[in-house]
């Protein structure tokens, strides 16, 4: 058998169920998956082969929450607590500028700082989410793809009452279109969206098998308002209407209760942290381990780039592995493998793709990243997982592979015109500065 694609030489690191690694190991591609991964050095045919030698070869990452389009919001506001943030400055920035040209601008911006920093797989949420799509199937990326769904007018839904409406038809233009994209509904949080808009999008999402993501008690003050609102706690309310299920994301969940987390459990919703989002806008910690300890499946995601400011996934398991530990001043209570495990299989488990991604096996898609990690930053290597999670940079990934195309050569993006990218991004972001002045 001839083979589309060989890696060589590298050291694999599986995220499989036994988080199996293998020296000067090799991974043969053909038709997109993985068909074979071990340590065999024989002569085989091959169409292409990556020569890993210095190199980690992993799984590529699951960003499992973004907003792709706010990279053109990056810095805009910064220093500003949620709700402030939120509905003095991104809101209206928004309402004057969010229009087809923008997202898409946004998303390929976006797209290739994913790409470039060894994201394979994104989760994304935002308005006029068939233009994104468009914009993410030309850069050949992995994707959940939801359409936002708020209780006031927003881009490309000037009517709050049409919002369940304008998702579903977005639904029925992309599913099943791109071959790498899933499509998802996207209620925006308990705080901005109504209980017949949750009941709805949630109806509307299940009667298509498809997951729906909201954000969550993602600060104490959300929290209080929907205690305030419902005579509930958050994870109460929903579950009360009927929202929380296996396919159900939640999306931040700083402040949930014992009480909550097992609700959450038991209900088979996945979580998404977002630790460096959630320090920056001052939103608090989440109790990742307490959610961890629960068995509930948690991922790891970097939200907009407005929140950040970067998506670098590297950068955001560092962030995820030390902020608790200073926050319990227990250097072991959270691992570097189970951080791993947040950003690839976790990841892929919380939004969908579980059988698809997320681990180097055989069937598995060939999203496949290689790290150089002959870099004074990163030699001597002791514990490669380690190394991956507290020292490697989205900086180092020096190949990435998804769906066994090549997107990323050598540190050069094959898919995104990064030039282009970066021009068109710096003309709307004039605009938008001009706007302020």
């Known amino acids: ?246 396919k159900t994301l939640l999306v931040h969940s700083v402040w949930l209760e014992d009480k909550e987390i097992s609700i959450v459990k038991e209900s088979g919703c996945s979580i998404v942290h977002n630790p460096e989002s959630n320090m920056k806008l001052g939103s608090g910690i989440a109790p990742v381990p307490k959610y961890l300890n629960a068995g509930i499946t948690t991922a790891l995601g970097t939200d907009g780039c407005a929140s950040n400011n970067d998506l670098d996934m590297f950068c955001e398991m560092d962030s995820a592995a030390k902020i608790h530990k200073a926050a319990t001043l227990d250097p072991s209570v959270t691992t570097a493998e189970a951080i791993l495990k947040m950003a690839t299989i976790d990841g892929a488990r919380a939004i969908g793709l579980g059988d698809v991604t997320g681990s180097l096996q055989v069937g598995k898609a060939a999203d496949i990243v290689v790290v150089d990690i002959r870099k004074p930053h990163l030699v001597p290597m002791y514990n490669p997982v380690s190394h991956i999670v507290y020292s490697v940079k989205g900086s180092d990934v020096k190949h990435v592979v998804i769906n066994g195309q090549h997107a990323v050569d050598n540190g050069k993006c094959l898919t995104v015109d990064v030039e282009s990218a970066i021009d068109d991004a710096l003309t709307m972001g004039e605009k938008i500065m001009e706007s302020k002045n």
């Open 1 to 246: 058998m001839e083979y589309d694609l060989a890696i060589t030489n590298g050291l694999i690191v599986t995220c499989n169920d036994d988080f199996e690694i293998i020296e000067f190991g090799r991974i043969l591609v053909k038709d997109g998956n993985i068909a074979v991964i071990d340590s065999n050095t024989s002569n085989i045919k091959t169409a292409k082969e990556i020569d890993a030698k210095g190199c980690i070869v992993m799984p590529g990452l699951i960003n499992a929450h973004t907003h792709l389009p706010m990279s053109m919001f990056r810095g805009l506001a910064d220093d500003l607590p949620l709700m402030e943030w939120l509905n003095e400055h991104i809101f209206p920035a928004e309402s004057k500028f969010i229009d087809p040209a923008f997202v898409q601008i946004g998303t390929r911006l976006s797209i290739a700082e994913t790409l470039l920093s060894g994201t394979t797989t994104i989760c994304d949420g935002y308005f006029l989410e068939e233009y994104i799509a468009q914009a993410v199937n030309e850069t050949g990326i992995r994707a959940v793809l939801a359409q936002g769904v708020i209780d006031f007018p927003a881009p490309g839904v000037p009517d709050p009452a049409k919002n369940i409406e304008h998702a579903l038809d977005y639904i029925h233009k992309i599913q099943n279109k791109y071959p790498l994209i899933t499509p998802s509904i996207f209620c925006h949080s308990p705080a901005s969206c109504s209980e017949k808009a949750f009941i709805n999008a949630k109806e509307a999402a299940s009667s298509l098998g498809l997951i729906l993501q909201t954000h969550f008690s993602e600060t104490k003050s959300e929290f209080m308002q929907i205690k305030e609102e419902t005579g509930k706690r958050p994870a109460e309310y929903l579950d009360s209407i009927g929202v929380l299920d296996e």
